[in-house]
């Protein structure tokens, strides 16, 4: 990978991991809560899971597999069962939160799919210009 490749993917992780620590942050003060009860470990591992996120986002759209929502599948599994991993490791540390599991599926999916949308009109803006330049 190119040098712009790698500072793209430094960017769009940095960039998220600021967004999900701000909205984590603004949840809990509108909550009554100032201070994060999971601490430190609970950053990092959230940098964790999105670095397992966003690492199988750049694979899969690397792939040279056809349809674009096969690609994202065969992305998709593994990295979800890797973040699983990460929380039950998690769990050694610490006493997981009863909803630990869904709320690891639901955020990881949810960023998973949004980003996959963006990528996919990316994908059939690309198409569309192309058709017209040729």
């Known amino acids: 990978m190119d040098k712009k490749k790698w500072l793209r993917i430094v ?7 600021t967004v999900i620590t701000l909205l984590n942050s603004v949840l809990y003060l509108c909550n009554g809560i100032y201070e994060d009860p999971s601490g430190n470990w609970h950053e990092l591992d959230r940098a964790v899971i999105l670095l397992i996120g966003i690492t199988a986002f750049e694979l899969c759209t690397n792939l040279p597999v056809k349809p674009l929502m096969l690609r994202y599948v065969i992305a998709y599994i593994p990295s979800l069962l890797l973040a699983f991993a990460c929380v039950w490791f998690s769990g050694l540390r610490e006493p997981l939160a009863k909803t630990a599991y869904r709320d690891i ?8 799919a949004l980003l996959c949308m963006v990528n996919a009109i990316v ?3 690309k198409q569309k210009r192309g058709k017209r330049l040729e």
């Open 11 to 17: 960017s769009v992780y940095s960039m998220i991991y």
């Open 105 to 112: 599926w639901i955020n990881f999916t949810g960023l998973f």
């Open 123 to 125: 994908c059939v803006y």
